[in-house]
């Protein structure tokens, strides 16, 4: 091991940290600070107003939306440790990347992969400068966990597809610009007549109609396609070689799932400190309702497990691979335990915790927000693949065990 | 930081190497049923010591290596997947870190450079009842002239029986329970007044009971300071709770590994048992719970190395994370083999029985969520 280039490295990357922090703070608006939440909650939609348009533009000119992208798609051209280090010190310094969405974390990623010069040339620099938001058109009605059992078809008709049916739980698609898209492109076999399409939401014939939730809240809609005509050039790959492709996206999808914040909506404290202030404390200073106490330690310290299990993938990436299947593995460890921390918070909060409508005299703004989350986040063991589908893949790919002959 | 160093990985490589040569679960097999008095083969402890596995923690300057505690966890992990039986931590880890930490330049020299070689093997003396309980500490040391007269027993000494010398934990004053008044103590086996007995636990290793009656011993016995020692006895049964966790994490791997292999080649119903679903997903959150799990004995190893401040929550967890998952990964490992894994012809016992033994050793999983809970201020 060569430990003088090491500390070098170390020394370089830390001075940029500081210039990185240090940019971040001279430019994020003030007005922004405390905007985080409201931000994720309208995601994908671009919020209003002069400050977000500002730290939008400062961002997009200095290609730090996608740090890690070429200079020529509008990204900042840095290697992967120095980008690593822009997007972690938005979070330092209390900002956040304004351009993040489905763009940033699913299609770019495999477009750098999987498109060609001209896709990439104009679908990555629109993302990295913040000018088109994009949803994810994959589930269907009848193809949730079978994924591969979609049927909305696009039929070859000589300079275009023409698309028609449906997609379900369509993520941000009531403000999307453009989708990508899993269509039928050969109904004979099954992920082997699968293509992966990008569609211009504006085209006619797309119509979004949304779906309210237990939460209240209506962050997807389902999608009609109905004779929508998709140019032959938004086709990326090869045709009926899309099912490669949409696995590669759901291993970047997995992986931002696992490093999302949206999930820490509502009350942020540490368990003990929320159980002490709502249950009160017996002689010793302990959570007065012991049985309780022992539920709490025993999530808090696998919570810290998972945080170290994070890390410990986070350093077994640094090299510059992407995601593996091991993103599975963190996927279900993730959302079982974020959601044991939802379901404690209601406990917690006892009748307190069951609120619904505005926050008020009754019901504190931290209450309400648990309640929705702790519905939302149901979802986590659902989307981008359920607990039962990862495990599959655990079993199949990373154990080698078979399927049966 | 939580990666191997390059050190660290050539260590496990040879470690690796050297049971797969030397000591397979086999090797094991041969010394349970030759029922040995010490419950561990001499010329296997031998190997190992001239591997320098006995000095890993201990300074170059009395005969080791200084590796630190990350990489003795390395090769525990190791043996621990094959089982075997050998006097490193009580001796090589428990002992020597006391001894490092708190012994007096005499008391350094005369017993690490042995036990960096092996000729001599130290046990810690703890335990004085069924339960892993350092807080109510009750054997007596009256002070007698400048020295000290001990008085109590001792229970569960893991290695106990092949001890040349043990690290004892008494009380020079105060209550059981009390913080102040622990003292350790250096104490040669042959002493007057020491007796000790052999106790059979379901591990097949070397375990005993002490009784002390009247053992008489000079101020140079006493290991740090007097009366205050409890900040170093805490030091030491952190670094050996963490090795028995790193030992816990390859019992686990292997316990894991074979179960898997055993789904690839087992048939029923015209099928591979590991192609039916429900054992599938079994087998999932099983590798998902160990993937958990490692890391936190990874880092508290790394944390000892450091000398961090969150030392002791660190190790709590990880002991908490490796009884848990030890507990866990050798009950399916039975499950899963079925009526195979009832058979003491079959390995799967061993891993079941010595993951029960771990698993009391050092602490439950219910005392170290508690002291994380106290550390942590809930």
């Keep these: 091991m060569n430990v003088m280039v090491d500390v070098e490295d170390t020394r370089r990357l830390e001075a940029f940290r500081a210039e990185a922090e240090a940019w971040i703070k001279a430019n994020f608006p003030e007005s922004l600070k405390s905007k985080l939440e409201e931000y994720y909650q309208n995601m994908p939609r671009y919020p209003d107003g002069p400050d977000w348009a500002l730290w939008k533009e400062r961002v997009r000119d200095k290609g730090w939306g996608t740090p890690g992208w070429p200079r020529d798609y509008g990204g900042g051209g840095l290697p992967t440790p120095e980008a690593r280090i822009v997007l972690q010190a938005f979070t330092d310094c209390s900002a956040f990347n304004p351009m993040i969405g489905m763009g940033t974390s699913l299609l770019g990623p495999t477009l750098l992969e999987y498109g060609n010069e001209e896709q990439k040339k104009l679908h990555l620099t629109r993302v990295s400068r913040g000018e088109v938001r994009w949803c994810q058109g994959y589930s269907e009605p009848g193809a949730g966990s079978d994924l591969a059992g979609l049927q909305t078809k696009a039929e070859d008709k000589g300079d275009h597809y023409l698309v028609n049916g449906q997609k379900i739980w369509t993520s941000g698609s009531r403000f999307a610009d453009w989708c990508f898209c899993l269509v039928r492109t050969d109904p004979k076999v099954k992920q082997d007549g699968i293509s992966f399409l990008l569609i211009d939401m504006k085209t006619p014939g797309v119509e979004v109609r949304p779906i309210r939730t237990i939460s209240g809240e209506s962050p997807f809609s389902e999608v009609f396609f109905t004779d929508v005509v998709v140019p032959k050039e938004n086709l990326v790959g090869k045709l009926n070689k899309g099912w490669t492709i949409a696995k590669r996206l759901l291993q970047f999808e997995r992986n931002a799932t696992n490093t999302a914040r949206r999930q820490l909506a509502g009350d942020t404290r540490p368990l003990d400190v929320v159980a002490k202030e709502y249950i009160g404390t017996d002689e010793k200073g302990r959570i007065a309702d012991p049985d309780l106490r022992q539920r709490i330690i025993k999530h808090m310290m696998e919570f810290r497990s998972l945080k170290l299990m994070q890390q410990r993938m986070l350093d077994e990436t640094k090299a510059g691979q992407g995601p593996s299947e091991f993103t599975s593995v963190a996927k279900n460890a993730r959302a079982r335990i974020q959601q044991e921390r939802e379901e404690l918070l209601v406990e917690i909060f006892g009748q307190q915790g069951l609120g619904w409508g505005a926050a008020g005299d009754q019901f504190k703004q931290e209450e309400i927000d648990t309640t929705r989350a702790f519905f939302s986040n149901k979802a986590m063991t659902i989307f981008s693949g359920t607990t039962e589908v990862q495990n599959n893949i655990i079993a199949k790919r990373m154990l080698g065990l078979l399927d049966h002959q | ?378």
């Design chain 2, 1 to 378: 930081m939580s990666l191997l160093t390059e050190e660290q990985v050539m260590l496990r490589d040879s470690a690796r190497g050297w049971v797969k040569a030397n000591a397979p679960v086999s090797a094991f097999r041969r010394m349970r049923d030759s029922e040995n008095p010490k419950s561990f083969d001499e010329a296997t402890f031998k190997s190992i010591a001239e591997m320098g596995w006995t000095g890993v923690v201990i300074p170059e300057a009395y005969g080791g290596s200084e590796f630190g505690y990350r990489s003795i966890g390395v090769v525990l992990e190791e043996l621990g997947r094959n089982v075997v039986a050998a006097p490193l931590i009580g001796s090589a880890v428990g002992a020597a870190s006391a001894l490092v930490l708190g012994g007096t330049e005499a008391q350094k020299k005369a017993w690490l450079p042995k036990i960096a070689e092996g000729t001599a093997i130290a046990a810690l003396a703890i335990d004085e009842g069924p339960r892993y309980a350092p807080d109510k500490i009750a054997l007596a040391a009256k002070k007698k002239g400048k020295g000290y007269t001990l008085s109590g027993s001792k229970t569960f000494v893991m290695e106990g029986m092949a001890a040349d010398v043990f690290v004892v934990a008494a009380r020079t004053s105060g209550k059981p329970g009390t913080e102040k008044g622990i003292t350790l103590f250096l104490i040669p086996a042959d002493a007057t007044g020491l007796s000790r007995k052999g106790r059979s636990l379901i591990d097949s290793r070397g375990y005993a009971d002490l009784t002390f009656e009247g053992v008489e011993v000079g101020a140079d016995a006493v290991i740090g300071q007097a009366d205050a020692g409890k900040a170093l006895l805490d030091k030491v049964l952190d670094r050996a709770t963490a090795a028995v966790a790193a030992e816990q994490m390859g019992l686990a791997q292997q316990a894991f590994d074979t179960t898997i292999e055993y789904m690839k080649t087992r048939v029923q119903f015209g099928q591979l048992i590991g192609s039916f679903q429900a054992l599938q997903h079994r087998a999932a959150y099983l590798f998902t719970a160990m993937q958990l799990a490692r890391p936190t004995v990874d880092e508290a190893l790394q944390a000892i190395d450091e000398d961090r401040d969150e030392v002791p929550e660190l190790v709590s967890l990880a002991k908490a994370a490796a009884n848990d998952f030890i507990n866990y990964a050798t009950r399916e490992m039975i499950q899963l083999h079925g009526g195979i894994g009832m058979t003491d012809a079959h390995d799967a016992g061993f891993y079941l029985k010595r993951a029960r033994v771990l698993e009391a050793a050092f602490g439950s999983s219910a005392y170290h969520r508690e002291r994380y809970a106290k550390i942590i201020g809930m």
